[in-house]
T-cell receptor, first 115, second 110 residues
Framework: DSGVTQTPKHLITATGQRVTLRCSPRSGDLSVYWYQQSLDQGLQFLIQ???????AKGNILERFSAQQFPDLHSELNLSSLELGDSALYFC??????????????FGEGSRLTVL | GEDVEQSLFLSVREGDSSVINCTYTDSSSTYLYWYKQEPGAGLQLLTYIFSNMDMKQDQRLTVLLNKKDKHLSLRIADTQTGDSAIYFC??????????FGSGTRLQVQP
């Protein structure tokens, strides 16, 4: 158990809909990262928050947004969903702003299926 | 770019050594990592190597780094069925989030 909690574990929805994925980081960790794992594109970095502020942005679509709340949990909002958004979305956390020898702790992921 | 490339699949027999290879592009990478993903689980850090090192050994795991060729490998000695998983190579500069490869699925035949 990494200490990172993601909900929901599975989600099935239709094209055009909007969903929210939730992540609670490991106790004491200030950074939250979102990654998308799909069959054809591997593990893609989406966005990082550190202590409530956006720290780094990766390949995140404009239809997607995220935030980190004062209690450090984070939400990833996916809107106008398309079939290609079907993937496993991982949240990871770490203590500091950047990862060096410190590891990323991953949640078990939220599997999104768009029909 | 920040691409990390790995072969997709490797099959070995139980007791043999496994070697998983990775190439990366960012020459400013400070640390290189190997993560393991078991079925239905998130990624878990296996080991990492600092870019000024050539080799790191940790029990059955040996990491080799060829910085000139930007090539990283993970050797698992005496591979067991419990080692069956997807192994991800990742690079980091300490300034940006880690960049992961697509993962190598290791299948261990009994």
């Amino acid at each position: 158990d990494s200490g990172v909690t993601q909900t929901p574990k599975h989600l099935i929805t239709a094209t055009g809909q909007r969903v929210t994925l939730r992540c609670s980081p490991r106790s004491g960790d200030l950074s939250v990262y979102w990654y998308q794992q799909s069959l054809d594109q591997g593990l893609q970095f989406l966005i990082q928050y550190y202590n409530g502020e956006e720290r780094a942005k990766g390949n995140i679509l404009e239809r997607f947004s995220a935030q980190q709340f004062p209690d450090l949990h984070s939400e990833l909002n996916l809107s106008s969903l398309e079939l290609g958004d079907s993937a496993l979305y991982f949240c990871a956390s770490s203590f500091g702003r950047q990862v060096s020898t410190g590891e990323l702790f991953f949640g078990e992921g939220s599997r999104l299926t768009v029909l | 770019g920040e691409d990390v490339e790995q072969s997709l699949f490797l099959s070995v027999r139980e007791g043999d050594s496994s070697v998983i290879n990775c190439t990366y592009t960012d020459s400013s990478s400070t640390y290189l990592y190997w993560y393991k993903q078991e079925p239905g689980a998130g990624l878990q850090l296996l080991t990492y190597i600092f870019s000024n090192m050539d080799m790191k050994q940790d029990q059955r795991l040996t990491v080799l780094l060829n910085k000139k060729d930007k090539h990283l490998s993970l050797r698992i000695a005496d591979t067991q069925t419990g080692d069956s998983a997807i192994y991800f190579c990742a690079q980091g500069t300490g300034r940006r989030a880690l960049t992961f490869g697509s993962g190598t699925r290791l299948q261990v035949q009994p």
